[in-house]
């Protein structure tokens, strides 16, 4: 065995044999993969080989896509056949609102350039012979699909890395894991000692105990999976040969499953209600390829509705039942790259459909480990994107949650209660007792709108206008009339000091930092000039910063900066989390009402607008910002959480006369909406540059040395290419959600980011990307909601307040 490598992924699943052929064909030769048993030996060998493009994040769809349209290229490359059957796949809506869902996921798709259409039920026939037509609606076409032979396709991932001078050692077991002193690891295996640069965990179904070797517990879990292959069927030979083709895939909604031909019978596979999850704790390193123990009463509810919506089904004889176990994340996307505080440490674990997603995560990851940047929008992949809140037992709960719903529809404003409440401020009894509904922020409980009475404090999902919608806006009158105050402890807070601290933040930022007691709004990029962050920056004293950014991007965040700082100690970090929390009072009458909590002077003159200051607000020692994500008057008080609630009373007894009212995140978002204010992973995302989101005043071009600055000088001398826009909606009764499409002169050109009812200015926004070349004043804009399209018109200032004399009163 080789005793040295640049790379070693430990696991020969579908996963790991995909990274390793896609670090290869990266150039990366001197890289190796070992494995406990055999190839395939996890959750790869028993899979059911389906494939599909579809899913609820445009990003991972796109790397889905990438997937499907590889297995060519590799059977080329190998030589080694992926067994695969290319048949277009149904989805089958049984209700107006899975209907309602498969229209808004054919507009999503139009511009990735998915070639979904949606098609009646006599017209699915065509392509599944055995629908009981009633019990239907309508359904999605979806020509790309297929499945193919779990086994093959690895072996040739496997094969075509080897061509590339990969190596592949088998029944070789990683027992350990060392990090030298210069970053680099030893791996231990039961056959010897190899030494690398980087290691990836790929070991699938034993992910947790690969990161448990390195001190970090990994949010996944395996649940047991049940899939039926049936006898053969008379019917499915005689659609053959009728129809001259195979039966396609199909997704039924109702009885929770999926279906597709195998030989001459059927696969039928379910997702079913009392999922079971399998090894919760630690998974058996004596667990080889063999099969668990099938259960066919726990998947009988959801067999009674399949045989009913396919009755040919029910007389087919079940051939076998294969039970076996594979993982989830909590919100079943897989866990990719670089893992946070381990140097050189990668996951590409969590996959739960290899065969759609396991070419793009192996994409992702190579160029990532190679040019230190994924090359895609992978945020909904990245395992930064949960903290270590996400505990086993956290994750056992929302995966149990995520399997269960696996076909079901999430509804814009629908919060999913598994797990939950896990992290509370001391108001969140407070916040419940006046009607809040709570909405889970990255594991944080916030409220999201307030009901006028407890009993009424419930979202009655849709993706239409909700019953939240009369309440949200006496939200928005009372900031924008008088004074409202709510909570922002969700944020993410770091301060930062040291005699480097100034030299460090500076060469992170765009804009220039801000002076001692004055605060700076400071987009970072990433090397290629990307938008990876913007952050509120206020200069406490010398060497000493305080830094507010988005809450989910905090792991994402500290990943970035661990790998920039210094190394000589001159500059310390310190996410604060929970340990600093937060209440923003906005509205014309906020400043009266701070006035009447402190004895500072915070007139207009003594207190600016983007001003900090160390303060006492009600009796407690407080970090004030001046501003606002409302765009009014208004102020962000920080204060340590066991002051909070004290804080909270004062504000809520001293603002009584002056028409005080709680708003939650909702009315927060759609405040900000009518300032055109862009938000982190929507109009601000590592896929746009800054002049393309319209960030230009926070660009400093011929100021400062920065990360990403000649990217930036490039991206302006070129012009960019896309062109964030704010549209204002002619709506119905459905506001844009996100990912709709932007129709410009008839054509689609972009996208939708965010959007919804601006409840003040009582205009249905809307903010989205298009190609620059495509910008034209008099454009006519459609947006496509819920399959219709609707128009819209470009709005250039935003509607409320257009001058921002509000801010600065
Ligand atoms: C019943 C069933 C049906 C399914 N149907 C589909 C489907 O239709 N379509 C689809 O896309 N997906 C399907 N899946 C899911 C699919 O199987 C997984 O997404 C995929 O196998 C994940 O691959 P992996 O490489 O991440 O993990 P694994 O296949 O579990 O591979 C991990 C490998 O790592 C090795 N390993 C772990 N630790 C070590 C160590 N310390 N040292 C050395 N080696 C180690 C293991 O031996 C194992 O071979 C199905 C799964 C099941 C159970």
């Known amino acids: 065995m080789k005793t040295t490598a640049r790379v070693v992924v430990i696991g020969g699943g579908v996963v790991g044999c995909s990274v390793l052929y896609h670090l290869t064909k990266k150039g990366w030769s001197d890289v190796m993969l070992i494995e406990r048993d055999q190839l395939t030996s996890g959750s790869t060998w028993h899979a059911a080989g389906g494939f599909h493009t579809l899913n609820g994040d445009p990003n991972v769809a796109m790397l889905q896509s990438y997937t499907v349209s590889l297995y060519e290229e590799l059977e080329r490359i190998s030589g080694q056949s992926c067994g695969m059957h290319k048949s277009p796949g149904i989805m089958l809506a049984d209700t107006p609102e899975r209907m309602e869902f498969l229209k808004m996921t054919v507009a999503r798709g139009r511009y990735l350039g998915m070639e979904t259409e949606i098609i009646?039920?006599?017209?699915?026939?065509?392509?599944?012979?055995?629908?009981?037509?009633?019990?239907?609606l309508g359904a999605l076409l979806d020509p790309n699909e297929g499945h193919l032979d779990p086994s093959g396709t690895?072996?040739?991932y496997a094969k075509a890395a080897r061509l590339g001078g990969a190596?592949?050692?088998?029944?070789?077991?990683?027992?350990?894991?060392?990090?030298?002193?210069?970053?680099?690891?030893?791996?231990?295996?039961?056959?010897?000692?190899?030494?690398?640069?980087?290691?990836?965990?790929?070991?699938?179904l034993w992910a947790r105990e690969v990161g448990r070797m390195v001190g970090?517990?990994?949010?996944?879990?395996?649940?047991?999976?049940?899939?039926?292959v049936t006898d053969d069927i008379p019917e499915v030979e005689a659609f053959?040969?009728?129809?001259?083709?195979?039966?396609?895939?199909?997704?039924?909604?109702?009885?929770?499953?999926?279906?597709?031909?195998?030989?001459?019978?059927?696969?039928?596979?379910?997702?079913?209600?009392?999922?079971?999850?399998?090894?919760?704790?630690?998974?058996?390193w004596s667990f080889g390829q063999e099969l668990l123990q099938p259960d066919l009463d726990r998947i009988a509810p959801s067999l009674e509705i399949a045989f009913k919506h396919f009755p040919t089904l029910e007389n087919a004889g079940i051939k076998r039942v294969i039970n076996g176990p594979f993982t989830f994340a909590p919100d079943g996307n897989p866990l990719v790259g670089p893992v946070q505080g381990r140097t050189n440490f990668w996951s590409a674990c969590g996959v739960m459909a290899g065969f759609s997603q396991g070419g793009g995560v192996g994409l992702a990851l190579s160029n990532w480990m190679v040019d230190g940047d994924p090359g895609f929008d992978i945020w909904g992949m990245d395992v930064a994107r949960y903290g270590d809140w996400a505990t086993r037992t956290y994750t056992n709960a929302k995966v149990r949650e995520n399997y269960s719903r696996r076909f079901r529809i999430r509804f814009p404003n629908e919060e999913l209660p598994a797990g939950r409440p896990l992290q509370t401020t001391s108001l969140y009894d407070t916040f419940i007792a006046q009607g809040a509904v709570m909405g889970d922020s990255w594991g944080m409980e916030t409220p999201l709108w307030f009901a006028p009475s407890v009993a009424e404090a419930q979202d009655v999902v849709s993706f239409h206008r909700s019953n939240d919608f009369p309440h949200i806006k006496a939200e928005c009158k009372a900031v924008r009339e008088a004074v409202g105050v709510t909570e922002i402890a969700n944020f993410a807070k770091y301060e930062i000091t040291g005699p480097g601290a100034e030299a460090w933040l500076q060469?992170?930022?765009?804009?220039t930092l801000p002076k001692i007691g004055r605060l700076q709004l400071c987009p970072m990029l990433n090397h290629q000039g990307k938008i990876i962050g913007d952050f509120t920056i206020a200069k406490a004293a010398d060497e000493r910063f305080m830094m507010w950014g988005s809450s989910q991007a905090q792991v994402y965040h500290m990943r970035w900066f661990e790998q920039t700082l210094p190394k000589d100690g001159s500059v310390a970090i310190t996410p604060y989390g929970m340990k600093l929390?937060?209440?923003?009072?906005?509205?014309?009458?906020?400043?009266?009402?701070?006035?009447?909590l402190t004895d500072d002077d915070v007139s207009g003159e003594a207190f600016k607008f983007m001003d900090?200051?160390?303060?006492?607000?009600?009796?407690?020692?407080?970090m004030v910002n001046r501003v606002t994500y409302t765009g009014d008057l208004g102020y962000e008080i920080w204060v340590a959480p066991e002051y909070q609630r004290r804080l909270y009373e004062s504000i809520m007894e001293a603002g009584a006369d002056l028409g005080i009212k709680n708003f939650g995140m909702r009315a927060l978002l759609c405040l900000r909406l009518e300032k055109n204010f862009g938000t982190w992973f929507r109009e601000f995302r590592p896929i746009y540059g800054p002049f393309e989101a319209g960030l230009d005043r926070f660009v400093k071009l011929d100021k400062h040395e920065y990360i990403g600055k000649a990217a930036a000088i490039q991206e302006k001398a070129d012009g960019p290419k896309k062109t964030r826009i704010f549209m204002v909606v002619d709506a119905l009764d459905c506001d844009v959600m996100g990912d709709e499409p932007i129709w410009v002169d008839g054509k689609v050109v972009g996208w939708v980011t965010s959007g919804g009812y601006g409840h003040y200015v009582d205009q249905s926004l809307a903010q989205g990307y298009i190609p620059t070349e495509c910008f034209k004043p008099d454009m006519t804009l459609e947006i496509e909601i819920l399959g219709e399209r609707r128009p819209a018109h470009l709005q250039m200032d935003p509607p409320f307040d257009p001058e921002a004399k509000r801010m600065r009163m």
């Not at 002193?181 to 699938?204: L, S």
């Not at 060469?507 to 804009?511: A, D, F, K, R, V």
């Not at 900090?612 to 407080?622: G, I, K, P, Q, S």
Request: proline letters at 4%; a negative charge; aromatic letters at 8%.
């Open 240 to 284: 053959n040969k009728s129809a001259g083709k195979e039966i396609g895939h199909v997704i039924d909604f109702g009885a929770e499953s999926y279906l597709r031909q195998e030989g001459k019978g059927m696969v039928l596979g379910v997702y079913e209600q009392a999922g079971k999850p399998w090894s919760t704790k630690t998974t058996p």
């Open 167 to 204: 190596t592949i050692e088998v029944q070789t077991k990683v027992e350990s894991l060392e990090q030298k002193p210069d970053g680099t690891w030893r791996v231990i295996t039961n056959k010897g000692v190899v030494e690398c640069e980087h290691v990836v965990n790929a070991g699938g």
């Open 216 to 228: 970090i517990e990994l949010p996944v879990l395996a649940m047991e999976h049940m899939y039926l």
């Open 120 to 136: 009646s039920v006599k017209e699915a026939l065509n392509y599944f012979p055995f629908i009981e037509e009633k019990y239907f």
């Open 154 to 156: 690895t072996y040739a």
């Open 507 to 511: 060469s992170q930022m765009t804009n």
């Open 612 to 622: 900090y200051r160390e303060m006492e607000v009600a009796t407690v020692r407080a």
């Open 581 to 596: 929390v937060g209440l923003s009072i906005a509205g014309p009458k906020s400043r009266e009402l701070l006035q009447r």
